[in-house]
């Protein structure tokens, strides 16, 4: 497997495949930093294309995405997509999925500690990260980023692209739009229009963002 990053996410991403034991041929991709040969002596880092295409040949094609940035990881999704991988979803054993109707979108990363109740639904492509609550009734859309300790509450709804911020609370019922960031500590009491940037308690729209078009 490819995991794309050799930085910050991408080492959650590793501790992930070591809880699930699945570290054998797993390789990393950077062709941004500047990084060693190998990520903690063990780990090759691919540097380009050509690398990734000789991998997926001798190693299978599967990757998942150790980048945050929900936009950024649409685009890595369809480029390494482009070069013949299948993305495949990682979750931490010690992340608490409830019994009944929890549905986890293909190539979504979910850390240890994240709690999910029943009648659950994640699209392609999101990061749930350590201590994130997300409650019974919840529909996350697709290349969602949901921070640290964040609280989803029953009922509610964020559209793709968006961002959850660190310790935020949503409360029940509210919408959250397509391409929203939604700041660290904020407390959404109510619906939150696409292509926003919201903080505070309770939350306001601060300001709006450009969209994010997904066939650039």
Request: charge should be negative.
């Amino acid at each position: 497997m490819i995991v794309i990053g050799a930085k910050g996410f991408a080492k959650e991403v590793l501790e992930v495949l070591h809880q699930l034991n699945q570290t054998q041929n797993v390789a990393f991709y950077d062709d941004v930093n500047e990084t060693e040969e190998k990520l903690y002596d063990k780990f090759p880092i691919l540097k380009n294309e050509s690398q990734v295409k000789a991998f997926f040949e001798s190693n299978g094609n599967e990757f998942t995405i150790g980048i945050g940035n929900p936009q950024l990881r649409y685009q890595l999704y369809k480029k390494f997509t482009a070069l013949g991988g299948n993305i495949v979803t990682t979750i931490s054993p010690f992340a608490n999925l409830s019994s009944y109707d929890v549905t986890i979108g293909l190539g979504t990363n979910i850390l240890m500690n994240a709690v999910f109740s029943n009648s659950v639904t994640l699209g392609k492509g999101c990061l749930v990260y350590y201590n994130a609550i997300i409650t019974h009734d919840c529909q996350i859309e697709d290349f969602v980023e949901i921070s640290p300790g964040a609280t989803l509450l029953g009922r509610c709804k964020v559209g793709s692209f968006s961002r959850i911020g660190a310790n935020a609370t949503i409360l029940p019922d509210v919408k959250i739009g397509r391409n929203v960031t939604v700041g660290a500590g904020a407390v959404v009491t109510k619906d939150i229009p696409d292509n926003s940037l919201a903080y505070g308690v309770p939350a306001v729209v601060i300001k709006s963002v450009e969209p994010f078009n997904e066939n650039e």
